[in-house]
């Protein structure tokens, strides 16, 4: 069979616990995530083979997160143990009308320093059929951007499917590049594009009308423009996909997604998410859900968006940054049966 690689950072997720805010917190909750990573373990957790590529520094923490990875059935051979520090992040999670809140501490972290030239794309990819990125990889460092760019190079040159989550994150690009300096080149190599609209304003300047995500209100239609205008400005994208999140408050989403390939414009069924448990990786558990409905059921769109759709949305109901769902769960909320009674 063969596997999925994905590339990018994996950082210390340190999290205040029970709603507290930063000033309450006495204590944080240890745990590890970042896009590529949530992508691998849930793709494991499926049962697909799939390797994670990424810097750690050789220290105690590094190995932790190897390790972590490790239980979740993700080969790690090709982790580059370099640098002296692993990026962390802070989240401080919302409640009702209170939004989360996440600091980034990341500045001069091992894959921000990784070297071109470093990572043997070559062999890694040698019995791989799929490579996935995402857009906060190269807002980390000119050198990880150099790097992603090799990667995507190398996939498309030995005839990879190469999907990227644009994931645009302001708070990320500072070493003198914007994203739309670096983004283009980039996805121009790419096969699927998932995002949203702020995703598609913010890299490429296209704008989604008539959309009102903070009223909880998604008119799907709206995003049928936007996904076409990226897939014509890619030549190469066989499928664009959004996610549609309406935020009623912190702990009530809607969720859903469409998906267009260039002929049929498709929308997933909408799930009211009415107690949010943690939605951090929510886009990586929709994401890890395409590729793998995708890989499964070639051809069958309708079926990859309903699964993905799905998958996100079980992963609002789980702590952490990892979806620990399995297959047959999220055929069953598919099936309709969204009940949550215990299961004997």
């Known amino acids: 069979m ?25 204590s944080l909750e240890v745990s590890f995530g970042g896009g590529e990573a949530n992508v691998a373990v849930a793709l494991a957790n499926f049962g697909e083979q799939v390797s994670y590529v990424t810097c750690l520094p050789p220290n105690d923490w590094g190995k932790a997160a190897a390790m ?40 001069g972290s091992s894959i921000a320093q990784v070297k071109p030239g470093s990572i043997p794309w070559e062999v890694i990819f040698e019995d ?14 000119e050198n990880a951007a150099l790097v992603c760019k090799e990667a995507v190079e190398i996939a498309a040159k030995k005839g990879l499917t190469i999907s990227v989550d644009l994931n645009f994150r302001k708070n ?5 590049k914007k994203a739309s300096d670096i ?20 890299v490429f300047g296209i704008k989604t009308e008539g959309v009102e995500i903070n009223q909880g209100r998604i008119d799907a239609l709206a995003y049928q423009q936007t996904a076409a ?28 997604g469409v998906l267009w390939n260039g002929i049929d414009f498709l929308q997933a069924p909408t799930y009211q998410i009415t ?24 051809g069958d769109d309708s079926y990859a ?35 949550g009674r215990v299961m004997r």
């Open 275 to 298: 107690h949010i448990v943690d939605r951090v990786g929510g886009g990586d558990s929709f994401m890890a859900g395409l590729i793998y409905a995708l890989r499964k059921k070639p």
């Open 128 to 141: 791989a059929d799929w490579f996935h990125w995402t857009g906060i990889t190269p807002a980390i460092s």
């Open 305 to 339: 968006l309903r699964f993905a759709v799905a998958a996100s949305a079980l992963k609002h109901t789980i702590h952490g940054d990892f979806n620990l769902v399995t297959v047959d769960e999220v055929n069953k909320l598919m099936s309709g049966d969204a009940s």
């Open 183 to 202: 983004m283009p080149e980039l996805v121009k190599f790419c096969d699927i594009i998932l995002g949203n609209e702020e995703d598609a304003e913010m």
């Open 2 to 26: 063969s596997k999925v690689v994905t590339f990018g950072e994996i950082m210390l997720r340190l999290a205040t616990p029970n709603y507290q805010r930063f000033a309450q917190a006495r």
């Open 229 to 256: 205008k990226l897939m014509n400005l890619f030549p190469k994208v066989k499928k664009v996909i959004i996610t549609l999140r309406g935020s009623v408050s912190a702990n009530h989403n809607t969720w859903s």
């Open 68 to 107: 972590e990875l490790k239980k979740y059935n993700v080969n790690t051979d090709y982790i580059q143990w370099s640098g002296d520090r692993m990026g962390i992040y802070f989240l401080e999670t919302g409640a009702v009308m209170r939004p989360s809140k996440v600091i980034y501490d990341r500045a």
């Open 172 to 176: 990320l690009w500072k070493y003198g």
